[in-house]
């Protein structure tokens, strides 16, 4: 059996699924490698990839049916592929008016503050894809034990740099927005700019380590 | 310049939207009616994408600073050149001091206005669309408002007067079948291609969510995946979201079917409790819709080229 369908959706756009929705690490390394070698191939306006999905908007919307046998071919040839991500330390400000859901989220999970920002900065996370927001990387994966539902009701303000998570996931808010996520600090690096040529800091498949900062209000 | 007497329900400067962000979270934007654009762009002989004004409901008002050509299109949101009525489809002269004017109508939700020449508007990303979420583009980032003053180079002389006849507005929306069907409740589509759905209060530039007395409701999932304009969603509740132009570059809801290029204009002009029916139809008769749409603009644009000295 096939571990992916590939089909046209809409009259444009290409989706490659894999049939699971939680990739292995390895699936995941062959997206990113299939990812890397579409949009190299200049031939689409763009290339979206998603958890476990690829979409790509076809310039030439007649030869649909040459692109879904080139894409499941192109798959298969990036078994072997290799794919060397982009690593960034982003510096966070931890708790307090920082991290206005920290004090409260640790009395949930019955930890003190202290272990659960250890636990939030002990992991090396990879941007599994953007969306919701220009710049908004989905970071995966959250330990286990920060892993918990969004909030019932989102805040109709989420302040931009704000630190956050939500299910397996944690994220950096790159503009003010509503958002349902709880929120854990605050990073000041600027993660998107519509003016530069490469708008968006964060790419698909770069990984992402947290630094708790020594001006932190809880992290002395 | 335009200025901005009365902002309206939603005015923003829009063109036929961005472009290649989308794996950045960038989404389209761009007018709700990218047919529309390009014949307010025709008929001043401007480029088919200089940026318009997308005027949403009427209630909006402008002041020319400068005597300029300019043209409407879409919908007949009863528009008024200095109390005179004017017609979607043609192009007309305005002098340094008169005042344009749109209103409320019953059966239309989105005009166009064009100047010659286009508005002067900076690119952000390859668009001189308005982000209205992230806020860049356009005017500023954002909707208009009262007092903004919008540059073009002025005109002159009045060209001659000229008009264009535009596609029909229709509800009926022809659509092709999603490739989430499968995982829905056996006969998701036909009831969805059987139903007459009504255009809820919920419909702005993200999309347009429907109702419907009998809805199918289902417990299907799926990963999130890319989404586009003309993508309809169908959540758990049985009631279709059509995505359209500010919608979000990925989603988890099932997709049932999506609308044609050349009938997703039809949403600019559909609002709340307004009907709409849909069509299943082919790639091939998708994409032979979407060459007649181009040669009614090719034809226009030939006729109108013979017409110049």
């Known amino acids: 059996m096939s571990d992916h369908q590939c089909y046209l959706l809409g009259e444009h756009a290409i989706a490659f699924v894999l049939e699971t929705s939680n990739p292995s690490s390895n699936e995941q390394r062959r997206l ?42 192109l798959w298969h040839e990036c078994e072997m592929a290799s794919f060397k991500p982009t690593t960034h330390r982003f510096t966070v400000k931890y708790g307090g008016d920082y991290g206005p859901d920290l004090s409260s989220l640790a009395n949930t999970l019955s930890l003190p503050e202290k272990d659960l920002i250890e636990l939030h900065a002990s992991v090396t996370y990879q941007v599994e894809f953007l969306g919701f927001l220009p710049g908004f990387g989905y970071l995966g994966t959250l330990p286990n034990a920060l892993q918990v539902p969004r909030k019932k009701t989102p805040r109709t303000r989420v302040p931009k740099g704000s630190v956050a998570i939500a299910q397996e996931l944690t994220a950096i808010y790159p503009s003010s927005s509503p958002g349902g996520w709880h929120l854990l600090g605050i990073c000041d690096t600027p993660l998107f700019n519509p003016s530069l040529q490469q708008p968006s800091l964060l790419m698909p498949g770069d990984h992402v380590q947290f630094i708790p900062s020594k001006g932190g209000l809880c992290s002395q | 310049m335009l200025t901005v007497i009365k902002q309206g329900v939603l005015c923003s400067i829009q063109d036929t939207g961005r472009h290649g962000y989308r794996h950045l979270g960038v989404g389209q934007s761009g007018a709700l009616d990218p047919i529309a654009v390009k014949l307010a762009n025709l008929l001043l002989n401007n480029d088919l994408n200089e940026p318009v004004i997308e005027v949403t409901i009427g209630l909006a008002q402008f002041e020319f600073t400068a005597s300029i050509n300019f043209s409407i299109t879409g919908g007949d949101l009863r ?16 002098e340094s001091g008169d005042i344009l004017s749109f209103s409320t109508s019953h059966n239309a939700q989105r005009a166009y206005l064009a100047v010659r020449g286009g508005f002067l508007i900076d690119n952000v990303l390859n668009a001189k669309s308005t982000d209205i979420q992230a806020q860049f583009g356009g005017y500023n980032g954002r909707a208009l408002k009262m007092g903004d003053q919008l540059p073009f180079h002025a005109d002159k002389t009045p060209l001659p007067h000229l008009g264009v006849k535009q596609p029909d507005y229709t509800n009926e929306v022809r659509v092709l079948k999603g490739p989430h069907c499968d995982k829905l409740p056996k006969g998701s589509f036909e009831h969805f291609l059987q139903t007459k759905w009504l255009v809820s209060d919920m419909n702005n530039r993200m999309g347009s969510r429907l109702t419907a007395n009998n809805t199918v409701q289902h417990h299907a999932t799926i990963a999130s995946q890319a989404v586009h304009p003309g993508v309809i969603q169908y959540p758990p509740n049985g009631q279709p979201i059509v995505l359209l132009n500010d919608c979000q570059t990925t989603g988890g809801y099932p997709i049932i079917a999506s609308v044609i290029s050349a009938d997703l204009r039809l949403f600019s002009q559909l609002g709340s409790q307004q009907s709409c029916k849909f069509i299943g139809v082919s790639v091939s008769q998708a994409h032979h819709a979407m060459k007649k749409l181009n040669s009614h603009l090719a034809q226009f ?8 000295e």
């Open chain 2, 79 to 94: 528009a008024k050149l200095n109390g005179h009525p004017l017609y979607p489809g043609w192009r007309y002269f305005a």
């Open chain 1, 32 to 73: 990113f490698a299939l990812t890397s070698t579409l949009m190299n191939l200049g031939a689409f306006f763009d290339v979206v990839p998603a958890k476990s999905s690829i979409t790509v908007y076809l310039k030439t919307p007649q030869d649909h049916p040459i692109w879904i046998k080139r894409i499941t071919t």
């Open chain 2, 301 to 308: 644009a030939l006729a109108n080229n013979n017409n110049k």
